[in-house]
């Protein structure tokens, strides 16, 4: 087996004549061939044209240096002697760079000037550490290696004998670095490999289907939260008691996919979800409900309304058939379970709030639910609050229940005739006192840690949509400029007036106040789907108000339209119904802004403007409409 013999310290190797030659690092007698004046040629001859060098000197004595004088290596030198000065002699510190910081004492540590010369070339003969005797070390063996003991602060890496690392510089990383795929080593490290490496252990692999179960805890789940929580459902999913549960995970994958690129596997776990729902094994229970529920919201979201509001109709026949709509079913089917009993109540109201909302926003549907007869808790006692003289607080969760009741009511009125009927009154009066008797902790969206409070979201921007579906048919606003923005409901023609009526101003306030809610510091895709139709009832408005010939606060407006367009673009990216939403809206808006062009050639149309008014008008506008170019560039360009 070929053995490496450690390096001689500077150039310790012995002389043919048997005298050792001098170290550069430490003084010695030099009684070598220095003193010829001539050096040999190559036939032997002596040549005497160029006069030899002057031998070189190890080191100078201590009196040398220190008057900068030539000293010839003697011991004691000529200097020395001349003067009778003491000769000293100390060995050269050329190249050091001090001590290491902290570096631990070793006493078996061989330095520079008391190096012994090597005199052998096996590796028996020369000692790893002085002062012991030579020990034979085995090669280690691989099959004594436990992989599984890692040293603490060391990354599990494999460790094997190597060839030469005379040069190479080795790091240990206390972290475990992410492996190249090819080498199997850490990129910022250097492995120590062998030909058969042990294989590192790499974490479980997350796989698609649960990245969606948790895509919808995460995103979804604070906007409809009737299904339980994710603790409780992951609990009684692995106690494996309740089979109705695999339902509503299929449905909860499909919701998650859609916050995720997940590609074909979004219409693979809707396929599925569905089909389970209609298995003739099924259960007709309340998990079948929650699973419908979820899908019908996805559907709704994706531009599939038609098939939302078949699954609709059936998830309402069998919430009925099994009563979720009784107070008993809750403690009948929750198992003495109070936050299982809480699901299946949030179940029924949660079905009750969406069927009012796809009635409101589509305006197909007639909202069933709101005339079934219910005793499920919560409204007891928040319809007698104001006789009982009882002045509480309620939960979110109720003050959402009681707007989207309002928006039923306003549904279940006679047709207005005539801008003085009294039924607008009556409703106008549902509305307000929906706001003036909100507790001061729920007039904002923001609950008291100051985060976002999705149920109050919710409650306040059905009650901005209820005003705008109640006072735009009878506002001044002309809709026929936005005619083409009818993803969400079909247009409704509004005659325009000359002046702005009361019904006008409770419209463009309900439009103004959605589009301020866009502002919350929260990821607007976290919010209910719903809430793409309400701004893009909101839009209609400020599009229509904008079409006119001249608007006093034009600059505000445009800023209220960015706003709008801007939530239906990052909407877009998780339902497709925002993204028909966004094209149209964003579509209208680029004709009016033809159309006022075409307007300000005239300069009739300029009466009564500044210069500076008419320049700073005409830069605001084809400054917001580079923008919507610009999304539209980005939109068709991505892949």
């Not at 020990?135 to 599990?156: D, K, R, T, W, Y």
């Not at 492995?191 to 995460?218: G, K």
């Not at 809707?270 to 559907?299: M, S």
Request: hydrophobic fraction near 35%; include cysteine.
């Amino acid at each position: 087996m070929e053995t490496f013999s450690p390096e001689a310290p500077h150039s310790s190797a012995a002389s043919t004549n048997g005298s050792p030659a001098v170290s550069s690092d430490s003084p010695g007698t030099a009684t070598s061939s220095s003193s010829n004046a001539f050096s040999a040629t190559i036939d032997g001859r002596p040549s005497q044209q160029h006069p030899a060098p002057p031998p070189s000197v190890p080191a100078a004595c201590l009196a040398c240096r220190g008057k900068h004088l030539k000293c010839d290596g003697n011991t004691p030198c000529s200097r020395c002697t001349s003067s009778a000065t003491e000769c000293i002699y100390v060995a050269s510190r050329r190249g050091y760079k001090g001590p290491r910081r902290n570096a631990a004492q070793n006493p078996n540590k061989r330095h520079a000037s008391s190096s012994p010369p090597y005199s052998g070339p096996t590796v028996e003969s020369c000692p790893m550490m002085l002062g012991h005797t030579p020990v034979s070390i085995p090669a280690p063996s691989l099959s004594a290696f436990n992989p599984a003991i890692v040293l603490p602060e060391q990354s599990p890496v494999s460790y094997a004998p190597t060839p030469a690392l005379n040069h190479a510089g080795l790091y240990r990383n206390s972290f475990a670095s992410p492996l190249d795929p090819n080498t199997m080593a850490a990129p910022n490290t250097m492995a120590l490999t062998t030909s058969s490496a042990i294989p590192h252990v790499q974490p479980p692999v997350t796989t698609l289907a649960e990245r969606c179960f948790d895509a919808f805890y995460h995103y979804f789940h604070a906007a409809h939260p009737f299904v339980l929580p994710k603790e409780y459902f992951l609990r009684l999913l692995k106690e494996g008691n309740t089979p109705g549960l695999n339902v509503v995970m299929a449905a909860i994958r499909y919701i998650g996919s859609l916050f995720l690129d997940a590609g074909p596997a979004k219409a693979t776990y809707l396929e599925e979800a569905i089909r389970q729902c209609y298995l003739p094994t099924t259960t007709k229970d309340g998990f079948l409900i929650q699973a419908l529920l979820l899908i019908i919201i996805g559907l709704d979201g994706s531009c599939q309304q038609e098939k939302a509001r078949e699954l609709l109709a059936d998830c309402e026949r069998f919430a009925i058939e099994i009563d979720l709509n009784k107070r008993q079913f809750a403690s009948l089917h929750g198992h003495g379970n109070p936050v299982v009993e809480e699901s299946w109540r949030r179940t029924w109201w949660d079905l009750f709030v969406c069927d009012g909302m796809i009635a409101g926003v589509h305006r197909i549907t007639n909202f069933l639910l709101f005339d079934i007869q219910n005793d499920v808790a919560y409204m007891e006692d928040f319809d007698d609050q104001l006789f009982s003289g009882e002045d509480r607080e309620f939960s979110s969760f109720t003050y959402r229940i009681a707007a989207i009741r309002n928006l039923g009511r306003m549904m279940r009125m006679p047709q207005i005739m005539y801008p003085g009927d009294d039924t607008i009154s009556r409703i106008e009066a549902l509305l307000t006192n929906w706001r003036l008797h909100l507790p001061e902790s729920k007039r904002d969206d923001l609950n008291k840690n100051c985060k976002l409070d999705e149920m109050m979201f919710q409650a306040h921007f059905i009650t901005h949509a209820c005003t705008i579906m109640l006072h735009q048919p009878l506002s001044q606003l002309d809709s026929s400029p936005v005619q083409a923005v009818n993803s969400c409901a079909p247009h409704r023609p509004v005659p325009s007036g000359d002046n702005f009526n009361a019904h006008t101003r409770h419209t463009i306030t309900a439009a103004c106040e959605i589009s301020k809610m866009v502002t919350q510091a929260v990821p607007i895709i976290q919010h209910t789907h719903f809430f793409t139709c309400v701004v893009t009832l909101s839009s209609i408005v400020h599009l229509s108000k904008w079409a006119l010939y001249f608007i006093e606060d034009e600059e505000d407006l445009r800023q209220q339209i960015r706003l709008n367009i801007g939530a239906l673009n990052k909407l877009s990216k998780v339902w497709k119904a925002a993204n028909t939403a966004w094209g149209q809206v964003k579509g209208v808006a680029q004709e009016i802004y033809r159309e006022k062009k075409a307007h300000q050639i005239s300069p009739a149309f300029w009466v009564g403007f500044t210069q500076e008014q008419m320049i700073s008008s005409i830069q605001a506008d084809e400054g917001i409409m580079s923008e919507f170019n610009s999304m539209l560039t980005q939109v068709t360009q991505a892949p």
